[in-house]
């Protein structure tokens, strides 16, 4: 009777600890959206309160914005922190820029990895 409940603990402790596994590598190695960091420079428009990727700028707009004094450079927490919302889907791709694996972004995130950027250079200036 005894090795009956140890054969049958042994299966559904081996069980459970398969699934913790394979429930481990699945989030391990799944995919989540990465996001630019919050001291990413961005232009600022004081007219529709929004911010806009300078990517998603033509220089016509960008003169007029700036000319007008309705344009300024900030960085994305600043503009969030005046209650900025993103000018358009060109933005969100710009700011949006790839994927990185579960691990890799809770490693990042207590300090023991740093997520390898391309667009942006440590400064928050854009790297083209």
Known sequence: MLKK??????????SLGAIIFFVLIYTGLSDTIYHAPEHVLVIGDL???NYIAPFCLNETYEKELFD?????????????????????TCT?????????????FVLENLGFWKHPSERW???GTWNW
């Open 47 to 49: 007219e529709y309160e």
């Open 68 to 88: 007008s004094g309705k344009g300024f450079v900030t960085t994305i927490g600043e503009a969030r922190k005046l209650g900025y919302e993103m000018d358009s």
């Open 92 to 104: 969100y791709n710009e700011l949006v820029v790839s994927r990185q694996t579960f691990i890799s």
């Open 121 to 123: 250079n440590e400064d």
């Open 5 to 14: 409940i140890k054969e049958k603990l042994f299966v559904l402790l081996t």
